[in-house]
């Protein structure tokens, strides 16, 4: 009896304490540990000297190849690239002439790469660059010198200035490119942008020739009282063109 009456306090008191407890995951105690490697990786060589490194690309099949975007930021127009690509030997820092590879035309503030085909079964062939583009210069207002949105409340008797792009050529964009003619010389194939993203970050492309980005996009909910009234909110998305 004395038995049961101690098991049943003790159950009592575990469930008591694990009510709304606090339970310390592992991870909340971390400990100066070295993990041991399993022999299956290790540090082959170390590449130096690559600032401003944006993205990398490595692809796959049997003709892989290394491509690097960097990004070197500044100021200046759309016609000022801030970035270019090169491309690398597997074992080598030193970048491929561009007598092989091109330099890339019109990289204005570039912030990711992939590769894709154009839906074509000749495998990969393309180089899609995510240009994030310049947001204030985009939509900069010369009339309020400014390319913050207006904060004038909006009515028939005052002068309100919207918030939209006025320089496509700054806006974000993806550009597409020959990944293996020299006869191209680094010129832009198509290009193209979407004003339902405010801000891009990401992109990626399949064996269709479809091309994914994501990024903040905004996005317009129609009110179920009134079906004229619009709210405009911010969300994050991803795009398949």
Wanted: hydrophobic share 35%; charged share 20%.
């Amino acid at each position: 009896m004395r038995r049961l009456v101690f098991s049943l306090v003790l159950l009592i008191t575990v469930l008591v304490a694990g009510c709304g407890g606090k339970f310390p995951l592992p991870t909340e105690r971390p400990a100066a540990k070295t993990v041991p490697s399993d022999k299956q990786y290790a540090m082959l060589q170390t590449w130096k000297g690559m600032d401003g490194i944006q993205d990398i690309l490595l692809t796959q099949g049997s003709s892989s190849q290394l491509f690097m975007l960097f990004n070197k930021g500044g100021s200046g127009g759309p016609d000022i690239a801030r970035g270019y690509v090169k491309l690398y030997p597997f074992a080598n820092p030193v970048p491929i002439d561009a007598s092989y590879f091109p330099n890339l035309r019109t990289l204005f503030n570039p912030v990711a790469l992939c590769a894709g085909t154009g839906g074509s079964s000749t495998g990969l062939d393309r180089l899609f660059v995510l240009d994030q583009g310049d947001t204030c210069m985009a939509k900069f207002d010369i009339v309020r010198g400014t390319c913050e949105a207006d904060p004038t409340p909006h009515t028939d008797s005052t002068d309100f200035r919207k918030s939209i792009i006025r320089d496509y050529r700054s806006t974000w964009r993806v550009r597409e490119y020959w990944m293996n003619r020299k006869a191209a010389q680094g010129d832009t194939i198509s290009t193209f942008t979407d004003t339902t993203f405010a801000q891009v970050y990401g992109v990626a492309a399949d064996g269709q020739g479809r091309v994914y980005v994501s990024g903040v996009a905004a996005v317009y909910d129609t009110s179920k009282i009134i079906a004229n009234y619009w709210t405009r909110y911010f969300t994050y998305r991803i795009f398949r063109y």
